[in-house]
């Protein structure tokens, strides 16, 4: 089997507005292709742009694409869009995400093709106090009874960069059936420094 190193490159396009294209090489045997030739290849595309609307808000708006064969030795296809929003003013802040995912798998007789989708908001609503609202749907864009989705909403305290306590609750929905889920989890950081203070 040959092993592949994983080279990537970037480039920073000449516009107004941050804007970066990224190509990436993999191996084509990974979890995801399944490639049954360890000579595959797989490839990324990601396009990356930035917008600052106000001195405290920004808007981020991205695509890539994903090609590799599979373990059918025929191709499969990955289509993905994002959207950021983020807005900062001191100890308050505002955060819109969301991303789609696609991804259409060839086995030779047929070409199934399934994503999914999430959104989520966050508002700092205090130094130290989080919430969040978060969507998430898979099945799409096929309308099935039995898709999965889940709501969930969390609350975090922050006392410092180094550690957090959260407390989330899910909603599962597949079908007919619901699970709910509680979650309480302490986060503690050991060591140098995080890089970012966010």
Not at 178 to 191: K, P, R
Request: with cysteine.
């Amino acid at each position: 089997m040959a092993y592949f190193h994983h080279p990537s490159a970037n480039l920073l396009l000449p516009t107004h507005w941050y804007a970066e294209l990224t190509a990436q090489v993999f191996n084509g045997d990974n979890t995801l292709f399944n490639s049954s030739n360890g000579n595959d290849l797989s490839y990324l595309g990601h396009w990356k742009n930035l917008w600052d609307i106000t001195p405290n808000t920004t808007l981020e708006l991205g695509g890539s694409y994903t090609l590799g064969k599979n373990e059918h030795a025929k191709f499969t296809q990955i289509f993905g869009g994002d959207l950021t929003c983020k807005w900062q003013n001191r100890n308050r802040a505002f955060v819109f995400q969301t991303e789609y995912l696609q991804a259409r798998v060839n086995d030779g007789i047929d070409t199934e093709t399934i994503g999914g989708l999430y959104a989520l908001t966050q508002i700092q609503m205090a130094r130290r106090w989080w919430i969040q609202a978060r969507y998430d749907i898979f099945g799409l864009p096929k309308i099935e009874p039995d898709r999965q989705q889940r709501f969930s909403a969390l609350l975090a305290f922050v006392p410092s960069e180094f550690s957090a306590l959260r407390l989330q609750y899910n909603l599962n929905k597949e079908g007919n059936q619901s699970v709910h889920q509680l979650a309480f989890q302490l986060n503690v950081t050991l060591g140098a420094h995080p890089a970012h203070a966010y």
